[in-house]
């Protein structure tokens, strides 16, 4: 095999695996969209009816995974060292490579939004959990908190320290 039907398989390999990624990578943004307005609404339902497709998801981006190590593998037999794709992409010639750049770049930006998008609805996941064991707190202590000072069993009849002066 020639070293220019080399770099051509290469190419196509890489925008292949970039435009997976990328097709990968809107549908994980949309889809996190669509379940932080479902957290925020409270919708159970709907949160269930979404975990099918993130695990669809999950299973697309495993898929592009596998294709980069296959690709990252199959560098390394042909003399390539690299460790990530745009290590790899820097072995093509400047002409292929200028051409996967802007792939490369919007593939790095959209994992960097990604992981902001992951990390909000995780904090408001867990801010909505908060809120549920601060209302279970209530309910189980009919609302009459536990006094922070004095005696135990001893409730206080007024409000704050300074009401019992005097």
């Known amino acids: 095999m020639s070293n220019t039907t080399e770099v051509v398989a290469w190419e196509s390999e890489f925008a292949a695996v970039l435009e997976e990624l990328s097709g990968v990578q809107t549908d994980l943004l949309a889809t996190l969209a669509e379940k932080r307005h479902l957290l925020i609404a409270a919708d159970g339902a709907g949160m269930e009816a979404i975990a099918a497709q993130e695990q669809s998801l999950l299973a697309r981006l495993q898929h592009c995974q596998d294709r980069r190590l296959q690709l990252l593998s ?90 019992q002066v005097g």
């Open 74 to 163: 199959t560098a390394r037999e042909e003399g390539h060292s690299a460790d990530n794709l745009r290590e790899l992409a820097q072995a093509l010639p400047a002409s292929q490579h200028r051409q996967l750049a802007p792939q490369l770049d919007l593939a790095s930006r959209r994992a960097r939004e990604l992981r902001h998008h992951s990390l909000t609805n995780w904090v408001l996941a867990q801010q909505t959990l908060l809120h549920l064991s601060q209302l279970l707190e209530i309910i189980a202590t009919a609302g009459r908190p536990k006094p922070t000072y004095g005696e135990r069993g001893t409730e206080v009849a007024g409000g704050a320290l300074l009401n």
